[in-house]
T-cell receptor, first 116, second 114 residues
Framework: AQKVTQAQTEISVVEKEDVTLDCVYE???????LFWYKQPPSGELVFLIRRNSFDEQNEISGRYSWNFQKSTSSFNFTITASQVVDSAVYFC?????????????FGAGTTVTVRA | GAGVSQSPSNKVTEKGKDVELRCDPISGHTALYWYRQSLGQGLEFLIYFQGNSAPDKSGLPSDRFSAERTGGSVSTLTIQRTQQEDSAVYLCASSLNRGNEKLFFGSGTQLSVL
């Protein structure tokens, strides 16, 4: 069963537009962690954020912000005033508590293209 | 360098041949992971090493796949008798400790089986 769903396969925007990436997850655990990773063309995934299930505060880091809503099992990611350097594949991932907490379940990824 | 290093970056092989993929994690990181990324899909967990503990091999897709980690550092993923469906990017990652921590990924090995 798919634990993490990223419904948007590709998004294309013009520079300076905002872009929101959707992530819906599925788990029966009450303790879990959610992640976002960025994969630029170089191929190396870069960690962006980790959020635990007990912290529903939204987070902002520069032009990036995250909206965690347990009621809808969503952890959406917004890039404000996008730039060409934001072009990449973005992955949402889930880690469930327990002895296998090191296993990340990744979504299929959303390819973001920012055009100048 | 200071990051996770993988080699080769690209590997083209013929069906039926064996291949070895290498991962050199960040020094001091006790946890090492292998993931597989197929075209248009997310990352698929393959195997996890933590210190001197027995690895979690539950994600290996068949007995043609095996992995070792020598001296708690470098890891080698071996695929025997490669098949075309093995074509993918193989990503290695490491983290400081076990668990659901920030992972540091290498750039991957693009494997193409002809």
């Amino acid at each position: 069963a798919q634990k993490v769903t990223q419904a948007q396969t590709e998004i294309s925007v013009v520079e300076k537009e905002d872009v929101t990436l959707d992530c819906v997850y599925e788990t029966r655990d009450t303790t879990y962690y959610l992640f976002w990773y960025k994969q630029p063309p170089s191929g190396e995934l870069v960690f962006l954020i980790r959020r635990n299930s007990f912290d529903e505060q939204n987070e902002i880091s520069g032009r990036y912000s995250w909206n965690f809503q347990k009621s809808t099992s969503s952890f959406n990611f917004t890039i404000t005033a996008s730039q060409v350097v934001d072009s990449a594949v973005y992955f949402c991932a889930l880690s469930e508590a327990g002895s296998n907490d090191y296993k990340l379940s990744f979504g299929a990824g959303t390819t973001v293209t920012v055009r100048a | 360098g200071a990051g996770v290093s993988q080699s080769p970056s690209n590997k083209v092989t013929e069906k039926g041949k064996d291949v070895e993929l290498r991962c050199d994690p960040i020094s001091g990181h006790t946890a090492l992971y292998w993931y597989r990324q197929s075209l248009g899909q997310g990352l698929e967990f393959l195997i996890y090493f933590q210190g001197n503990s027995a690895p979690d091999k539950s994600g290996l897709p068949s007995d043609r796949f095996s992995a070792e980690r020598t001296g708690g550092s470098v890891s080698t993923l071996t695929i025997q008798r490669t098949q075309q469906e093995d074509s993918a990017v193989y990503l290695c990652a490491s983290s400081l400790n076990r668990g659901n921590e920030k992972l540091f990924f290498g750039s991957g090995t693009q494997l193409s089986v002809l």
